[in-house]
C-alpha cells in the first residue's frame, strides 16, 4: 500500500469508528426509556374485593411506537373480584390485552369467570332434615374504549353478572337469583420501573476497543 493511501484507510476507519459508536449511543437512548409500569385497579363497588387485596396489572411500553391504537399483552395481573373463594383467590391476568392511545394507557380488554357447587343442609325441629344443591355462576368482562368519542373520553367500563340456583334433590329448581353490575374502571401508575440496559459509554468504548484492534492487526500485516 503507497503513503497516500494509508492516511485515506485510516480516516475511513475513524469514520466507522464514529458511526458504529453514535448507533450504539442512540440506541441505548431509546432502550433507556423502555419501563415496566405497573398499574392498581378498581370499579367503585361493582365488585367486592377481599380487604388487604390490591388488583393490580404491569406491563412493558418498551414496544410502543405512541402513534394511533397500540395493544400490548401484560406480563403480570391479579384480579381480585369475582371468585368464590372456594376455587381461587383471585383471576390471573397474565397475557390479557392493554389498550394505549398516543402513547397512554387506557385500560384492559378481558373477561372471565368462576363457578362454585354446594350441597347444604338443615332441620327445622321435629321435621326431617331438608337438602338442598345451590349452583353457583359468575362471568364478568372489562372492556375499554380507547378512542376518545367527540367530547367524551376515553372509558374502561367492568360489567358483571351473577346467577344461582338452588335445586333439591330430586332436580327441581326451588329458586333463582341474578343480578347485574357495572361500573367505570379507573387506572392508577403506581410504579415505573426501569428495565436495565448497557450503560452507553461502555457499549460505546467496547466498540472502539474493537476497532482499534482491527486496526493494529491491519498494521502489522502491512509491516511484514
Known amino acids: 500500500m503507497s503513503q497516500k493511501q494509508r492516511p485515506r484507510l485510516g480516516s475511513a476507519i475513524a469514520t466507522t469508528i464514529l458511526s458504529l459508536c453514535s448507533s ?3 440506541v441505548e437512548v431509546d432502550k433507556a426509556q423502555a419501563a415496566l409500569l405497573t398499574y392498581t385497579f378498581d370499579a367503585g363497588n361493582a365488585f ?3 380487604p388487604g387485596s390490591r388488583s393490580f396489572l404491569k406491563v412493558d411500553n418498551s414496544s410502543l411506537t405512541g402513534i394511533g391504537i397500540e395493544e400490548i399483552a401484560i406480563s403480570e395481573g391479579r384480579f381480585y373480584g369475582y371468585t368464590f373463594r372456594t376455587s381461587k383467590e383471585y383471576q390471573d391476568l397474565a397475557g390479557v390485552t392493554a389498550f394505549f392511545y398516543e402513547g397512554d394507557f387506557r385500560g384492559l380488554n378481558t373477561s372471565g369467570g368462576d363457578d362454585w357447587i354446594t350441597e347444604v343442609s338443615y332441620q327445622d ?3 326431617p332434615p331438608v337438602w338442598f344443591i345451590l349452583d353457583s355462576r359468575i362471568s364478568w368482562f372489562i372492556e375499554t374504549f380507547p378512542v376518545p ?3 367524551a373520553p376515553p372509558v374502561s367500563a367492568f360489567f358483571g ?3 344461582q340456583y338452588t335445586t333439591n334433590r330430586d332436580g327441581r329448581t326451588e329458586r333463582t337469583d341474578r343480578n347485574f353490575y ?3 374502571f379507573s387506572y392508577t401508575l403506581v410504579d415505573t420501573e426501569a428495565e436495565p440496559v448497557p450503560e452507553p459509554l461502555t457499549a460505546g468504548g467496547t466498540a472502539l476497543a474493537l476497532a482499534g484492534l482491527t486496526w493494529l492487526k491491519h498494521k502489522k500485516k502491512m509491516a511484514a
Request: hydrophobic fraction near 20%.
Open 24 to 26: 450504539v449511543l442512540l
Open 48 to 50: 367486592y374485593s377481599p
Open 125 to 127: 325441629p321435629g321435621e
Open 149 to 151: 368519542y367527540l367530547d
Open 161 to 163: 353478572y351473577y346467577e
Open 182 to 184: 357495572n361500573g367505570e
